[in-house]
T-cell receptor
Framework: KAGVTQTPRYLIKTRGQQVTLSCSPISGHRSVSWYQQTPGQGLQFLFEYFSETQRNKGNFPGRFSGRQFSNSRSEMNVSTLELGDSALYLC???????????????FGPGTRLTVT | GESVGLHLPTLSVQEGDNSIINCAYSNSASDYFIWYKQESGKGPQFIIDIRSNMDKRQGQRVTVLLNKTVKHLSLQIAATQPGDSAVYFCAEKGADNYGQNFVFGPGTRLSVLP
């Protein structure tokens, strides 16, 4: 079974621009979560999508948004990029069920975003 | 590869020895925990999980111990190998909501000495 895939792997953007990152979950997984990883803050939860609906949200500004499509693929968007948005953005998928607690979660390789 | 953390706690062990990586979690309501391994340039890799109704769970060469009284989690790796060198994260999930919003620990860098 193919793992979680993320595109692009590397991206360089300028302050003020916007960016869209894509994630394809493991086949059959309906939950997709996004995390930001930086040396200073570690791994931080951004949001989770399940069946095309945002199910959970972390403490990030509204410039960070996402969506999920009917095939469970997900995108996240960051508008008005700031230097501090430079990070590794990780997507994780799981075979979560509606109304269920935590389940095994598998990560993709990440997208390295550099904002200059 | 990506810099996971510039000042992570580091554990150095001799090849063949056992490793114990510790994690203090924050939420007494957390009921599900995962250990991840992250190698340079890669995303975190699932190692083993445990639910709060268990104290111990074993996998291949790894054992996770959970002490809910002191909110402590540990990962034991038997016969540590060079390929085990990586950063290890614990992740916790609260019982107070549905979904997959995990809180991650800061990570521990494991260095295996030849």
């Amino acid at each position: 079974k193919a793992g979680v895939t993320q595109t692009p792997r590397y991206l360089i953007k300028t302050r003020g621009q916007q960016v869209t990152l894509s994630c394809s979950p493991i086949s059959g997984h309906r939950s997709v979560s996004w995390y930001q990883q930086t040396p200073g803050q570690g791994l931080q939860f951004l949001f989770e999508y399940f069946s095309e609906t945002q199910r959970n949200k972390g403490n990030f500004p509204g410039r960070f948004s996402g969506r999920q499509f009917s095939n469970s693929r997900s995108e996240m968007n960051v508008s008005t990029l700031e230097l501090g948005d430079s990070a590794l953005y990780l997507c994780a998928s799981s075979f979560s069920l509606e109304g269920s607690g935590g389940r095994e979660q598998y990560f993709g390789p990440g997208t390295r975003l550099t904002v200059t | 590869g990506e810099s996971v953390g510039l000042h992570l706690p580091t554990l150095s062990v001799q090849e063949g020895d056992n490793s114990i990586i510790n994690c203090a979690y924050s939420n007494s309501a957390s009921d599900y925990f995962i250990w991840y391994k992250q190698e340079s340039g890669k995303g975190p890799q699932f190692i083993i999980d445990i639910r709060s109704n268990m104290d111990k769970r074993q996998g291949q060469r790894v054992t996770v111990l959970l002490n809910k009284t002191v909110k402590h989690l540990s990962l034991q790796i038997a016969a540590t190998q060079p390929g085990d060198s990586a950063v290890y994260f614990c992740a916790e999930k609260g019982a107070d909501n549905y979904g997959q919003n995990f809180v991650f620990g800061p990570g521990t860098r494991l260095s295996v000495l030849p």
